[in-house]
């Protein structure tokens, strides 16, 4: 056992979680049942079982928990408020789209022990090196395969724990590396010779070919020579003497060779898979971008029936949906408002059996967890079915409890010539609804257009999901032409909703603070018919984006379509995994994941000519060519849980963009090698319109008779692509980590000639 785990273990709350502990789950009211919670001796993997359940039992990973919330902090544990109180409640938040698992502990002190011990626990793993990672990996693969927990592995074990690692391996050569490892020649391996049996199975002959190229005596890397390598193939001049005499001290193991200021294989290859060695560029990773141009300037995460966490007919209503859209560096969310049974203004999918929740629960998550992940402004798309009372309550709720971080006035007294800029609007949220009148002081009592903004498109465009509910939405829809609420759009200052006229129209009428929604086949017939005057009409207004209503299961259209002619808000369902929303978190991974990205110029310049079917038209279009050599995988997951199953792998790197850019490559694949494959293939690219493009790697298993498995993904904007030998870190269908797995691959990027 590794030192920090033995003092971790000495931690009295850790050995509180260890010793084992009984809680209740809850789910509802209704389901609270009682399960025994330990921590297993690894340190990370959370245990726990039902009396009833024989054998059966589930397990979890530390690594896996992004939070600890105590008290009633879920909708649940506030559902149940009254019969429990809150020093005994705790809730467990899951990375990406994993319910959160609601807890009562039977004591406050036995509560605070899993919280703190759990909070700590976390806190180690987030802030583990690659080495702490992959020792701490290593350490999981041996427990696992020690069936009869001797501490000690026999031959029969490692065969079965190279199955259970993606490894099919001639079984002479596996026992040639178990034989060397077991220095005792005692016919087992305990925990240090089997990391040496690990090391020796993970050796790396790639890079050990890259590191023998620059290396004088095939031992070391010379500053000299670490520098020429970091100038000649990782293509980062800038930082020369000093940049690589700061990657030795922060990567070489030995201090010997530290001390003559060189790298060994070992520090090599520890750089190359770390953040410095990533395929995303470090400097484009943090805040860079100008964040003091008009909002129409940028392209703003945004996400459509924000409060469902499923399907749009019967899926659940969650506050906790807002809560992790949010933390994905949502900027722009969505709430449905239909006339309570109370007086009180709910939140739900109309006219179908999703649940609800109340309106003013939803404003005050939207009060605690705006701004966590990013101080710009959040945009509140109001699809607003209630009657002119219940508006009053919905204006009410809004000022109370946000106060001063609604934006209800104009900045500077001033009726704007464009709109004001993320950094203007720091920390503050704005109300995008109908509007009487404008911003110029009109009397004009009257609002036309007082529909909601996506049923003012149902008109041929598939809004409405079914004709059993059509009578319904013409019914709301005579009886949306009451009156707006003034209080509710006095609080509308620069997101008027507006119809969209036509372009000729918004040119001589529009003003800078209206916006318009439009479902995704208008977008695509606007973009083909009227593709430049839609770029131009984008420099100066909002457009918002939303999916089609007949996408009743919550599926997503491609957003790259949308950006391409300069869309900022283009809404997705962020509940539902897929290629889409790995699209959407690609493009916002850049500048500190903030929810903002600047738009390329031709898109902000108001006289642009710009059009995404014809980019080698735009003046100073600059085509790139993208040459990737896919050499290596390492430790790629396993698609199939059953011990025996091995998987065939292969790389497919798809480009997306403007229409020219789309395209596919993909690799052979390897069979039966999911833990250290070598393809050494290179696909290449042509790249139009470089600043729209994104790149995705994709990582299948093969399979000749049905479709191929997704084994992990990983999505970044082609300008934020670092040439040279690179990992690329996978992600799961979810977007969460799933380390050590990786690509090791080596990048090109040239003027296309």
């Known amino acids: 056992m590794d030192p ?113 011990g759990v909070r700590k626990l976390v806190h180690r793993a987030q802030n583990m090196d690659e080495k702490e990672r992959l020792d701490q990996w290593v350490w999981d693969w041996f427990q696992k395969a020690d069936k009869n927990k001797d501490g000690k592995m026999t031959f029969k074990e490692v065969r079965k724990l190279l199955k259970m690692m993606n490894v099919e391996m001639n079984e002479e050569h596996a026992l040639h590396l178990f034989t060397m490892a077991d220095k005792s020649g005692c016919g087992s391996l305990e925990i240090e010779q089997f990391i040496f049996f690990y090391k020796m199975l993970t050796q790396r002959d790639e890079v050990w070919k890259v590191f023998q190229d620059y290396s004088g005596d095939g031992e070391k890397l010379l500053l000299d020579e670490l520098e020429s390598f970091l100038k000649a193939e990782q293509h980062e001049e800038s930082g020369g003497t000093q940049h690589a005499k700061e990657l030795i001290q922060k990567y070489e193991p030995s201090e010997s060779a530290k001390s003559q200021g060189a790298m060994s294989l070992d520090g090599f290859q520890k750089y190359l898979c770390s953040q410095d060695g990533s395929v995303f560029r470090m400097d484009r990773l943090g805040l860079y971008q100008d964040m003091s141009q008009p909002l129409s300037h940028y392209f703003i995460s945004s996400s459509h029936n924000t409060y469902l966490l499923e399907d749009q007919l019967r899926g659940h209503s969650s506050l906790e949906a807002y809560i992790k859209a949010l933390k994905r560096g949502c900027r722009c969310v969505e709430i449905d408002c239909w006339d309570g049974s109370d007086g009180e203004p709910v939140v739900y999918h109309g006219h179908t059996l999703t649940s609800k929740i109340l309106f003013r629960d939803v404003i005050a998550t939207l009060k605690e967890y705006s701004f966590k992940k990013s101080q710009f402004p959040v945009i509140l798309s109001l699809e607003n079915h209630c009657g002119v009372e219940q508006q009053r309550v919905m204006a009410k709720h809004l000022s109370q409890i946000l106060g001063h971080m609604l934006q209800t006035t104009l900045l500077e007294g001033q009726v704007p010539k464009e709109l004001p800029s993320p950094q203007d609007l720091r920390g503050k949220i704005l109300l995008k609804a109908k509007k009487i009148g404008g911003l110029e002081g009109s009397l004009d009592e009257t609002v036309t257009d007082d529909v909601s903004d996506e049923e003012e498109m149902t008109n041929g465009d598939g809004r409405s999901a079914s004709a059993d509910n059509l009578e319904a939405l013409n019914h709301q829809q005579k009886k949306s032409t009451s009156k707006l609420s003034r209080e509710l759009s006095d609080l509308v200052v620069y997101c008027k909703s507006v119809h969209f006229h036509g372009f000729e129209h918004a040119r001589s009428h529009a003003k800078c603070y209206e916006m318009s929604s439009f479902s995704e086949s208008k977008v695509k017939r606007l973009t083909k018919e009227a593709g430049i005057d839609f770029v131009q009409y984008n420099t100066k207004q909002l457009s918002r984006i939303y999916p089609s209503g007949l996408r009743t299961d919550s599926s997503n259209f491609n957003p790259q379509d949308m950006w391409s002619v300069g869309c900022q808000i283009v809404a997705l369902n962020f509940q539902t995994a897929g290629l889409e929303m790995d699209l959407n978190d690609g493009l916002f991974r850049q500048n500190g994941s903030c929810g903002y990205v600047l738009k390329p110029d031709y898109l902000r310049d108001p006289n642009s000519k710009y059009s995404p079917e014809k980019p080698e038209e735009h003046r100073g279009c600059r085509p790139q060519r993208l040459s990737i050599q896919v050499i290596s995988g390492q430790q790629l997951p396993k698609v199939n849980q059953k011990e025996g199953s091995i998987v065939d792998p292969l790389v497919r790197v798809e480009v997306y963009g403007v229409p020219q850019d789309q395209a596919k490559e993909e690799t052979s694949h390897i069979n039966n090698n999911g833990f250290n494959p070598v393809w050494n293939e290179t696909l290449n690219f042509s790249i139009h319109a470089p600043e729209l493009a994104l790149v995705r790697f994709l990582v299948e298993d093969y399979d000749k008779a049905s479709r191929n498995d997704f084994m992990g993904q990983f999505t970044l904007p082609f300008t934020c692509i670092q040439p040279g030998y690179r990992h690329v870190h996978l992600l799961s269908k979810d977007g969460t980590a799933i380390p050590p797995s990786s690509l090791f691959v080596n990048i090109s990027i040239t003027d296309l000639t």
């Open 4 to 116: 920090e785990t033995t003092r971790i273990h000495d931690d009295p709350d850790i050995k509180v979680m260890m010793a084992g502990s009984t809680l209740r789950k809850v789910k509802s009211r209704s389901w609270k049942k009682q399960r025994h919670f330990r921590l297993l001796e690894d340190g990370m993997t959370i245990w726990y079982k039902s009396r009833w359940a024989g054998n059966g039992h589930s397990t979890f990973s530390v690594n896996d928990v992004e939070a600890v919330r105590e008290g009633h902090q879920s909708e649940v544990l506030l559902s149940i408020a009254e019969e429990f109180p809150a020093n005994l409640c705790f809730t467990l938040v899951f990375h990406g789209r994993q319910g959160n698992l609601d807890l009562v502990a039977e004591s406050p002190d036995e509560a605070r022990a899993w919280i703190q």
